[in-house]
């Protein structure tokens, strides 16, 4: 079985989301990854995740969210396969 704390595995969507009161828009980020990380590490991310919104869409970080998904090596997939089965399958080759 293959490592769930896999750096490069995860994917980062941002949409524009919600207007916040008084009209301002209120951005979303979601980081969909494998479970692994430390809590160090994802206040890391939410820290420089929410710096680079708020430069870029010229948001405060009071308005800009940043939420968190994590999925089990049996709920993630790719290449029709199960990430538990990538080593796996790899090595029957």
């Not at 704390?5 to 979601?30: F, K």
């Not at 809590?39 to 405060?60: G, M, P, W, Y």
């Amino acid at each position: 079985m293959q490592s769930n704390s896999c750096c490069t595995t995860g994917r980062v969507r941002a949409r524009s989301g919600r207007r916040a009161e008084g009209g301002d828009v209120m951005p979303i980020v979601r980081i969909e990854m494998l479970p692994g990380r430390t809590l160090a590490q994802k206040r890391e991310l939410v820290r420089v995740i929410t710096d680079a919104v708020c430069n870029i869409a010229h948001t405060r970080p009071e308005q800009t969210h940043v939420l968190f998904s994590e999925y089990s090596v049996e709920d993630w997939a790719w290449d029709g396969r199960l990430y538990v089965d990538q080593d796996d399958e790899d090595d029957e080759e």
